[in-house]
């Protein structure tokens, strides 16, 4: 298969635990040829979605990958067209998403599916399964927050475009920066945050449940949070400690999972604190190469089994329409040149008459 990946720089990349390269690291085992772009490589011409790309391969020693020359193609050339551009969404990664849905109109593979990626915010996903999510609100007044801190006492609040655990403050009412906070996280009145119930089981981890086109991996990575810090993110000096799926965490994953599957969303990572769902990650869900590292599982192979069977019974559908079409037009040709046949037997037949 021809595989590209939209990432960001490579040099940016952290080769230990990234898990858009274990992902590839996986296609290239399996004898699959490898592209990367960049977000800005995505651009229309006209009604056409073209995209720069670069061969890409993996070789040993400091510098671990060779590239080749860019040049422009079309994305529907590629077997899948795999987006894995980290957050924030910001504007950039809005527009990404219109030029991805054109380019899936026009045949190419996108995942995960980019209406779904343009829809789903990955924290409001939480308001489509009350059943599962903590206390929340989501608003820009400073008012609310403070009533609803009133209320629960002890609560996060947290951008709606983040990652990695970015601008995420815990607030009590005992605190003397309250004000400040809520007047940075919200740009003063102008920027809608979501605020959550804090939830003390943060301490044994915020667990990173990942789902592969609907169904979830037998193991989740906890990631615990540093000696005074709420934040258990990876990226905020978590640890990454494999577990496997208490029964709430699989009656959670099944649900979400199904949804996630009609969606178009094949590859999602879901947050869960104790008993409560928290956020549902659609963009570049990561936690792979940590839960191999500590499994007899590896997520970035099963990831590639589960695309390889997608990209063949989609193949199959699409030879399948086709033949139909095919078939349908020979018919409708038949009956046409036929009715035409008969149309000029009777004119033949009246004018004897």
């Known amino acids: 298969m021809r595989l590209v990946f939209i990432l960001d ?23 699959h040829k ?8 995505l651009f229309l011409r006209q009604d056409q979605a073209r995209l720069v790309v ?19 193609t079309a994305p529907e050339s590629f077997d899948a067209v795999i987006m894995r551009k980290d957050p ?35 924290k409001l996903g939480v308001a489509r399964f009350p059943q599962f999510a903590p206390e929340f609100i989501v608003t820009r007044e400073r008012s609310l ?7 629960h006492q002890d609560i996060v609040v947290k951008p709606l475009d983040g990652m990695g655990g970015s601008s995420i403050f815990r607030l009590t009412l005992s605190d003397p920066n309250i004000s400040v906070i809520l007047e940075t996280i919200t740009e003063h009145g102008t920027r809608t945050i979501m605020a959550q119930r804090y939830l003390p089981q943060i301490v044994d981890g915020d667990k990173r449940i990942i789902l592969i086109d609907g169904k979830p991996l037998p193991y989740a990575l906890a990631r615990i949070p540093l000696a005074g810090e709420t934040r258990g993110n990876l990226a905020a000096g978590g640890k990454g400690v494999a577990q496997p799926l208490t029964n709430r965490d699989r009656e959670i994953a099944e649900t979400v999972g199904q949804v996630m599957q009609e969606n178009g969303l094949f590859l999602v990572g879901l947050d869960v604190i104790g008993e409560h769902l ?17 499994t007899d599982c590896d997520p970035a192979e099963i990831f590639m089994d589960a695309l390889e069977q997608r990209i063949s019974a989609t ?11 095919t078939e349908t037009t020979e018919t409708t040709e038949r009956t046409e040149t036929t009715e035409r046949t008969e149309s000029t037997e009777s004119t033949e037949s009246t004018e004897k008459c």
């Open 54 to 72: 670069h061969g890409f391969r993996f070789i040993e020693g400091k510098s671990w990958y060779e590239i080749g020359e860019a040049h422009e």
């Open 9 to 31: 720089p490579l040099a940016s990349l952290a080769t230990y635990k990234d898990s858009s390269l274990a992902m590839m690291r996986a296609a290239a085992g399996r004898g």
């Open 88 to 122: 924030p969404f910001d504007n950039e990664f809005l527009y990404s998403t219109y030029l991805l849905e054109i380019a899936a109109d026009q045949g190419a593979h996108i995942f995960n599916d980019p209406i779904s990626l343009r829809d789903w915010n990955e």
């Open 34 to 41: 490898l592209f990367v772009a960049e977000q800005g490589g």
């Open 315 to 325: 193949e199959r559908t699409e030879t399948t329409e086709t033949t139909e079409r």
């Open 145 to 151: 927050i403070r009533a609803f801190l009133a209320e």
């Open 278 to 294: 928290t956020e549902v990650n659609v963009t570049s869900p990561t936690g792979m190469v940590e839960i191999a590292a500590q």
